[in-house]
């Protein structure tokens, strides 16, 4: 008996060891990871963990960095279009300086033209906007990884800034300790083109020109360090990326040879305990009969010899 428990006891065990086995295997396969909680792989899940958070980071890092390209490219579409705008101007300025041959008519609708442009101007400053912000009558200030960008407001009094001090002859002139910007070229404004200063007119529109492409200039050299760190934040995400998998990850192939093999441990300990089973239920039927008590013989009848 003490041998049949020993042999039913290995059986259970085994039975109750290799379906754990299998429900673990089924619930990877149900999941298609091979670390679920922490006592599959406490080491690896500790690596895991500290794998995600440096992914997460960067992924954050990443969308800051779109974010920013984003911003920073409408700011920049709207400095392309005031740039074109000036040029537009810069243009009015050089025909009203050439006068020869040109009405009145001609003067008064050029300066038409350049009040709208100039209105047009001021409309863009103030109405660009992104998620709220206006770009460029406010100015803004991103910063991603190592690198930031920063563009100060803009105001159509504050561009094309001018202050001459001499006349083209080196003597003081007549608007000498004056300042000027590009809002003086305005119908009545000191620089207006049909009766202002246009000389001062066109180094003033040339002087917002050139601010405006240096503003360009500046925010593409911050873009193309940005552009850089999230070349180098794409790569290292790949490879944080495929170490997770490789950690966390299931190797299905691996995994389906595994049920196979737990399936047939499984149904091999149960058939074990099966038979063990039915042995014991043979020994107790055999040990009941045993302790039957043996039948008595009867008597013989009177008449029959012994």
């Known amino acids: 008996m003490s041998v ?39 080491a690896g899940m500790i690596r895991a963990e500290l794998l995600m958070f440096d992914i997460r980071t960067i992924e954050k890092n990443i969308e800051a960095g779109e974010l920013a390209m984003y911003f920073v490219g409408a700011a920049d579409g709207a400095l392309s279009v005031l740039g074109e705008m000036l040029i537009e101007l810069k243009g009015l300025v050089v025909t009203a300086a050439n006068r020869a041959g040109m009405s009145q008519s001609e003067l008064n609708g050029l300066q ?50 001018t202050a001459p001090e001499t006349d083209p002859k080196g003597q003081p002139g007549a608007h000498s300790g004056q300042t000027f910007n590009i809002a003086s070229l305005r119908t009545g404004g000191a620089l207006n083109l049909i009766s202002g200063d246009l000389e001062l007119a066109g180094q003033s529109v040339q002087a917002a020109i050139e601010e405006i492409a240096m503003r360009r200039a500046e925010i593409g050299a ?38 196979v093999r737990t399936q047939l441990m499984r149904d091999a300990a149960l058939f074990a305990v099966r038979i063990g089973r039915e042995n014991a239920q043979r020994s107790l039927a055999l040990l009941l009969k045993m302790s039957e008590p043996a039948p008595s013989k009867r008597p013989l009848s009177p008449g029959i010899a012994a």
């Open 4 to 42: 049949l428990r020993i042999d039913m006891s290995f059986a259970t065990n085994a039975l109750r060891r290799h379906q754990a086995a299998l429900d673990r295997t089924l619930e990877r396969l149900a999941t298609g990871k091979r670390i679920n909680r922490a006592s599959d792989d406490p």
């Open 112 to 161: 038409i033209r350049a009040d709208g442009i100039l209105d047009g101007i001021s409309h863009l400053m103030n109405t660009s906007v992104f998620r709220g912000e206006r770009l460029l009558a406010e100015g803004f200030g991103v910063r991603v990884g190592s690198h930031g960008i920063a563009m100060r407001g803009m105001s159509l009094s504050g561009l094309g800034r």
């Open 222 to 259: 911050q873009l193309k360090g940005i552009h850089s760190d999230m070349n180098v934040w794409q790569v290292e995400l790949q490879s944080l990326v495929g170490a997770h998998s490789d950690l966390v990850d299931l190797d299905y192939a691996k995994e389906v040879s595994e049920l």
